[in-house]
Structure formats: structure tokens, C-alpha cells
């Protein structure tokens, strides 16, 4: 019989058995070593972590208490190694992730929102302009009044995508190492945009002043 060891992901014990245990330390010290001099390496391993945490529950049910070796190799199969990536160039590697568009899940897009992000959730779900979603419950408030208790429900209901793995899962993007550093520069580089323009905006401010 198979020793069975525990491990703590993100505040959760989970049970395996000891090739099980012994596959996702290796796979998990990869990534730790591939990512620990880039940029944002904690928040990148975080979002890896909590993704692995979804499909180790996936796997688990009344029945069935312990992660085996061929539940992990299947999650390495899905999450994909670091260096699988490196010999592809940008362009290669985003046609890649294009063709393996999935099912999209159903967030509130609090990233893009007037108030809680439902319409804009909403409208990536079905491919529609989130303004087109917003006219929808204007044009329903003024014909019916009900949207704003229908808008209330969702906006109850539907998590926010607060991570990255959220937003992925809301694009239709499949979870994988590579998507998540990719979204993760993405961001970062929206990021910088943002403040160079709030720069560039201070200084004409102050040049006018002058």
C-alpha cells in the first residue's frame, strides 16, 4: 500500500498519495525556479497555485479522498510546463492560445464597470459591447422598472473576477502557465500606460500653470 502524504496549497490540505506527492513538488519547484527573478513572480505563482487548487477539487468527491500521480500529471497535462513555451515566439504562441478558446464562465468584470461590473461581465460572456448591455437595462428600466431589481440580482450572484485566472476563465482563455504570465505583462503594461499618461497629463498642467 502507498504511503499517503498532505500538502497545503493556499490554506488547503489536500491528500496524496507518495508518487503523486513526490510529481507536483518537482512541478511546483519548476515553476517557482522559471519564474524567480521575473517580474511579479508572487502574484504569478499565486494565480498557478489557485488554479491547481480547482482542479485538485474537481478531482475529489465523497468517494474519492486522495490525489493520485495520474490526477497530477493530468493537471501538468492542462497547465502546461514553463519551458514549453520559450521556443515560441509572441506571435506563435498567441495563435497557439487562440485555437484552444474554451467555455467561458460568468464573471462581473469589475476591471471594466459603471457599478459592479455586471453589464460588462455580461457582454464578454456573449461577445457583446458591454454599452450595448448597458442601453439593454436602460431601455428596460424605462419600459418595465425592473432592471435595476434584476441588475441587483446579478450583481449578488455573479462572483467578480478578482484574478487572474478569473479574468482568463471569463475571455474563454484556457488556464494555462503561459496565459496567465501573458495576461499578468498585460496588465502590468496597461498599468504603465495609465500612469505615463497621468504623467505626461500633470506636466502639461503644470507647463499651462506657469
Same mark, same amino acid.
Given at each position: 500500500m502507498k504511503k499517503t502524504l498532505n500538502i497545503n496549497i493556499k490554506g488547503i490540505i489536500f491528500y496524496l498519495d507518495e508518487d503523486a506527492y513526490t510529481k507536483l513538488n518537482a512541478y511546483l519547484e519548476e515553476i517557482k525556479t522559471h519564474f524567480r527573478n521575473k517580474k511579479g513572480q508572487e502574484e504569478i505563482i499565486n494565480d498557478i497555485e489557485n488554479?491547481?487548487?480547482?482542479?485538485?477539487?474537481?478531482?475529489?468527491?465523497?468517494k474519492k479522498q486522495v490525489i493520485v500521480i495520474a490526477d497530477v500529471e493530468e493537471i501538468i497535462g492542462i497547465m502546461g510546463h514553463p519551458?514549453?513555451?520559450?521556443?515560441?515566439?509572441?506571435?506563435?504562441?498567441?495563435?497557439?492560445?487562440?485555437?484552444?478558446?474554451?467555455k467561458k464562465r460568468l464573471f462581473r468584470n469589475?476591471?471594466?464597470r459603471?457599478?459592479?461590473g455586471v453589464c460588462s461581465g455580461l457582454g464578454s460572456y456573449f461577445n457583446i459591447d458591454?454599452?450595448?448591455?448597458? %442601453?439593454?437595462?436602460? *431601455?428596460? #428600466?424605462? $419600459?418595465?422598472?425592473?432592471? %435595476?431589481?434584476?441588475? *441587483?440580482? #446579478?450583481? $449578488?450572484?455573479?462572483p467578480p473576477a478578482r484574478t487572474v485566472s478569473d479574468r482568463l476563465e471569463m475571455q474563454g482563455d484556457p488556464v494555462t502557465i503561459s496565459n496567465?504570465?501573458?495576461a499578468f505583462k498585460e496588465e502590468m503594461n496597461e498599468i504603465k500606460d495609465k500612469l505615463d499618461d497621468l504623467t505626461e497629463q500633470a506636466k502639461q498642467t503644470f507647463k499651462k500653470k506657469k
Open positions: 488554479r491547481i487548487v480547482e482542479l485538485f477539487q474537481q478531482k475529489l468527491n465523497d519551458v514549453d513555451f520559450d521556443e515560441y515566439s509572441e506571435e506563435e504562441l498567441t495563435s497557439q492560445l487562440n485555437r484552444q478558446k474554451g469589475i476591471d471594466d459603471m457599478l459592479g458591454a454599452t450595448v448591455v448597458r %442601453i439593454i437595462f436602460l *431601455l428596460a #428600466l424605462f $419600459i418595465g422598472g425592473s432592471s %435595476i431589481l434584476v441588475y *441587483l440580482v #446579478l450583481w $449578488i450572484v455573479i496567465i504570465e501573458k
